[in-house]
C-alpha cells in the first residue's frame, strides 16, 4: 500500500522534532522524558500537530508544554534546516495521553481479575468451574 505524502512527512517530522526538543532546546521545564509520538501533517503541508508525550505529574506536564509552545519559532526554524519543504508549517503541539490512559486501563484490568479471583475464592470454585458456570449463565 502506497503512503501519501503526509505521512511520510509526519514520519520524518516527528524524528526531527523529537531531537530538536531533547537536545537543542535548552530549557529546564522540560524533563528528559519527554517525546514526540506522533505527527500528523495537514494534506498541503501547511499544518502540523504533534503529540508530546511527557513523563511526570500534571504540573511538569503543563511545565513543559508551556516551554515547547515558548520555543515552537526556534523549533520551527530548526525544523526548517533539516527537512526541506516549499513552506515552512505551522507548528501545534497537543499532549499525549496515551501512556497514561493505557496504564489506567492495565489498572482496571487488573483489578478486574484480582476481584474476579476474589469471588472464585469465596464460592469455592476452580478457574475452570467458574468458566463451566459463566458459559451456563451466558447460554440461558
Known sequence: MRRNRAAIVGDEMQKVLS???????????????????????????????????VYGDQATKKGCMDAIEHAK??????????????????????????????????DLIDRTLHDDEVRRRELGLTAEEGEATDEGNIQE
Open 19 to 53: 531531537d530538536i526538543i531533547s537536545n537543542k532546546v535548552k530549557d529546564p521545564r522540560i524533563p528528559f522524558l519527554t517525546s514526540v509520538t506522533s505527527v500528523k501533517m495537514s494534506s498541503d503541508l501547511t499544518h502540523a500537530t504533534a503529540y508530546v508525550s
Open 73 to 106: 519559532g526556534f523549533i520551527r526554524r530548526e525544523m526548517c534546516k533539516q527537512i526541506n519543504l516549499r513552506v515552512a508549517p505551522e507548528l501545534h503541539f497537543e499532549a499525549d495521553n496515551s501512556l497514561e490512559d493505557a496504564a489506567r486501563m492495565n
